[in-house]
Protein backbone atom coordinates (compact mmCIF):
# COMPACT_ATOMS: atom_id res chain seq x y z
CA UNK A 1 0.00 0.00 0.00
CA UNK A 2 1.37 3.47 -0.56
CA UNK A 3 0.01 6.94 0.77
CA UNK A 4 0.36 9.92 -1.12
CA UNK A 5 0.65 13.31 -0.10
CA UNK A 6 0.23 16.45 -2.47
CA UNK A 7 1.38 19.71 -1.92
CA UNK A 8 2.57 22.40 -3.51
CA UNK A 9 -1.29 24.38 -4.38
CA UNK A 10 -2.24 27.82 -4.23
CA UNK A 11 -3.40 31.01 -5.63
CA UNK A 12 -1.70 32.44 -8.87
CA UNK A 13 -2.62 34.70 -11.54
CA UNK A 14 -4.18 33.93 -14.82
CA UNK A 15 -0.92 32.99 -16.98
CA UNK A 16 1.37 32.52 -14.53
CA UNK A 17 2.87 28.59 -12.68
CA UNK A 18 2.82 26.77 -10.56
CA UNK A 19 4.49 22.58 -9.38
CA UNK A 20 2.33 20.23 -7.40
CA UNK A 21 4.27 17.86 -5.61
CA UNK A 22 3.11 13.89 -4.41
CA UNK A 23 5.44 12.59 -1.87
CA UNK A 24 4.97 8.68 -1.52
CA UNK A 25 5.34 6.79 1.72
CA UNK A 26 5.44 3.24 1.95
CA UNK A 27 5.55 1.55 -1.30
CA UNK A 28 7.89 3.07 -4.44
CA UNK A 29 5.90 5.31 -6.89
CA UNK A 30 8.24 3.06 -9.57
CA UNK A 31 5.90 0.54 -8.49
CA UNK A 32 3.00 2.06 -9.99
CA UNK A 33 1.76 3.90 -13.00
CA UNK A 34 0.99 7.49 -11.60
CA UNK A 35 -1.63 10.25 -12.32
CA UNK A 36 -2.80 13.41 -11.70
CA UNK A 37 -6.63 14.25 -11.70
CA UNK A 38 -8.63 17.85 -10.53
CA UNK A 39 -12.43 18.37 -9.90
CA UNK A 40 -13.99 21.20 -9.72
CA UNK A 41 -16.76 22.06 -8.06
CA UNK A 42 -20.34 20.60 -9.62
CA UNK A 43 -17.95 18.86 -12.18
CA UNK A 44 -16.73 15.08 -12.58
CA UNK A 45 -12.94 14.38 -11.80
CA UNK A 46 -10.74 15.36 -14.93
CA UNK A 47 -7.86 12.98 -16.14
CA UNK A 48 -5.01 15.60 -16.44
CA UNK A 49 -1.96 13.45 -16.69
CA UNK A 50 -0.35 10.24 -16.24
CA UNK A 51 3.11 8.33 -16.39
CA UNK A 52 3.58 4.63 -16.82
CA UNK A 53 5.58 2.91 -14.42
CA UNK A 54 9.35 3.45 -14.43
CA UNK A 55 8.35 6.96 -16.57
CA UNK A 56 8.81 5.68 -19.70
CA UNK A 57 6.04 7.44 -21.15
CA UNK A 58 3.48 10.15 -20.29
CA UNK A 59 -0.17 11.05 -21.76
CA UNK A 60 -2.15 14.09 -20.95
CA UNK A 61 -5.86 15.52 -21.08
CA UNK A 62 -6.58 17.83 -24.01
CA UNK A 63 -7.25 20.51 -22.31
CA UNK A 64 -3.89 20.62 -20.49
CA UNK A 65 -1.84 19.34 -23.72
CA UNK A 66 1.12 21.75 -24.18
CA UNK A 67 0.73 23.38 -20.66
CA UNK A 68 1.43 20.82 -18.27
CA UNK A 69 4.32 18.17 -17.59
CA UNK A 70 4.18 15.06 -15.97
CA UNK A 71 7.62 13.94 -14.03
CA UNK A 72 9.00 11.63 -11.63
CA UNK A 73 12.03 11.93 -8.96
CA UNK A 74 12.41 8.33 -7.99
CA UNK A 75 15.43 9.42 -5.62
CA UNK A 76 12.81 11.25 -4.00
CA UNK A 77 9.74 9.25 -4.13
CA UNK A 78 8.04 12.02 -5.58
CA UNK A 79 5.73 12.74 -8.92
CA UNK A 80 5.65 16.37 -9.84
CA UNK A 81 2.92 18.14 -12.55
CA UNK A 82 4.84 21.51 -13.61
CA UNK A 83 1.67 23.65 -14.73
CA UNK A 84 2.33 26.70 -16.70
CA UNK A 85 0.29 29.18 -18.52
CA UNK A 86 -2.42 28.33 -16.04
CA UNK A 87 -6.22 29.71 -16.50
CA UNK A 88 -9.22 30.25 -14.59
CA UNK A 89 -10.45 27.08 -15.79
CA UNK A 90 -7.56 25.11 -14.31
CA UNK A 91 -9.05 26.13 -10.88
CA UNK A 92 -9.81 22.68 -9.39
CA UNK A 93 -8.89 20.21 -6.34
CA UNK A 94 -5.51 18.37 -7.88
CA UNK A 95 -5.24 14.71 -6.82
CA UNK A 96 -2.64 12.51 -7.31
CA UNK A 97 -3.47 8.87 -7.51
CA UNK A 98 -1.40 5.50 -8.34
CA UNK A 99 -1.92 2.38 -10.43
CA UNK A 100 -1.19 -0.87 -9.94
CA UNK A 101 -1.39 -1.12 -13.82
CA UNK A 102 1.70 -0.26 -15.32
CA UNK A 103 1.06 1.77 -18.58
CA UNK A 104 -0.39 5.31 -18.68
CA UNK A 105 -4.21 5.03 -17.56
CA UNK A 106 -6.83 7.76 -18.02
CA UNK A 107 -9.85 6.07 -15.81
CA UNK A 108 -10.15 6.98 -12.31
CA UNK A 109 -11.64 3.45 -11.54
CA UNK A 110 -8.21 2.09 -12.64
CA UNK A 111 -5.97 4.10 -9.92
CA UNK A 112 -6.47 2.43 -6.11
CA UNK A 113 -4.62 4.87 -4.19
CA UNK A 114 -5.75 8.37 -3.77
CA UNK A 115 -4.16 11.67 -2.10
CA UNK A 116 -6.28 13.88 -0.40
CA UNK A 117 -6.05 16.81 -3.10
CA UNK A 118 -4.31 20.60 -2.89
CA UNK A 119 -6.63 22.78 -3.89
CA UNK A 120 -5.11 25.58 -7.07
CA UNK A 121 -7.25 28.55 -7.98
CA UNK A 122 -6.37 30.75 -10.68
CA UNK A 123 -7.55 34.19 -11.17
CA UNK A 124 -8.35 36.13 -14.08
Known amino acids: QVLLVESGGGLVQAGGSLRLSCAAS????????MGWFRQAPGKEREFVAAISRMGGTASYGDSVKGRFTISVNNLKNTVYLQMSSLQPEDTAVYYCAASAYSGTQYLTRNYAYWGQGTQVTVSS
Open 26 to 33: GRTVSSYG
